[in-house]
């Protein structure tokens, strides 16, 4: 599926969709009442009945403007070791992810740019290759834009102590992007392109990052995961299990929330099920999801 932002393309290349963890799980403060409240939240798109599992995409978004050509978080990654239980759905994958990047016209070479919102295990996969026994990078001929404030976090001891399961994923999946000369580190707020700017999007990770891509009168916003599934567009106060600022992460997904319902901005986030993507619009007990198959385009 394909979207236009202005005179941006935007497609979603899919790693994997599939039920992902328990709702009680990945939110600490579910409550089932948002499912009896929201019935599009059962729907199959988002809920996987006979788990009771949460929907999860694994995907990037690829951006192209005829010049450019920008992969938003790359995903999970093939062949590498993820052993944990709670990462089981992501251990020693073999996925197709590459044949679908180029089934939509793009081969590795082509990508001129990547962006990771933040540095955790299912944004960074697809960053390296496994050849010869050793990580490189997929993409030979594109930088990769990676949050300073991020990158530090992850290199320093304290950092790292409150996510050691991060660990593995920089040296696998980061460091040899870093070692070949193609990271790009950014501040906290960054223009990129014309109309592809980044901004602190801080709370689930210290240094995350958000995409804004502005052209014409369309604007798109690419929260990292700022928001994982549709239901906290009804409950934002809810924080994932792996949000590391409470109150910052709330204030956060208030603000992109807020954007999105004053701007008409296309929410394009980093794991809600089909279509994967929407529209905020105001309600009188707080937001409303609008996906964004059922606009008319
Ligand atoms: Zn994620």
Redesign the pocket.
């Known amino acids: 599926m394909t979207f236009r932002v202005g005179t941006y393309s935007v497609t979603r290349i899919e790693e994997m969709l599939t039920p992902g963890f328990l709702p009680a799980f990945l939110f600490p403060q579910f409550d089932p009442s948002v499912l009896d409240e929201q019935a599009q939240l059962r729907s199959a798109r988002f809920w996987h009945a006979e788990s009771g599992k949460v929907m999860s995409s694994?995907h990037s978004w690829l951006i192209r403007d005829g010049r450019h050509t920008i992969l938003i978080?790359t995903g999970c990654g093939n062949a590498k070791t993820r052993a944990l239980p709670v990462f089981q759905r992501f251990h020693r994958l073999d996925l197709p992810y590459l044949d679908r990047l180029a089934a939509a016209g793009v081969k590795p070479d082509d990508v001129t740019l990547v962006i990771c919102t933040?540095l955790?295990?299912?944004?960074v996969g697809w960053n390296t290759v496994l050849e010869a026994g050793a990580w490189r990078p997929t993409f030979p001929n594109a930088r990769y834009v990676f949050g300073k404030r991020e990158f530090d976090h992850w290199r320093s001891p304290a950092g790292l102590a409150g996510f050691p399961e991060n660990g593995p994923v920089i040296e696998d999946s980061v460091m040899p992007v870093v070692e070949a000369g193609q990271a790009e580190f950014v501040g906290d707020t960054a223009r990129i392109l014309d109309g592809l700017e980044l901004e602190p999007a801080p709370g689930?990770t210290a240094g995350q990052l958000m995409v804004k891509l502005t052209s014409g009168r369309d604007t798109a916003v690419f929260p990292?995961?700022t928001l994982?599934q549709p239901m906290q567009v009804y409950r934002p106060e809810w924080n994932s299990r792996?949000c590391e600022q409470a109150e910052t992460a709330r204030a956060t997904r208030r603000r992109v929330l807020d954007y999105c319902a004053d701007r008409g901005a296309l929410l394009m986030p980093?794991?809600f099920g089909a279509p994967h993507c929407g529209r905020i619009r105001r309600s009188s007990a707080g937001y409303d999801f609008a996906p964004a198959d059922e606009l008319p385009h």
């Open positions: 694994m978080d933040h955790h295990i299912d944004h689930h990292g995961d994982h792996f980093a794991h």
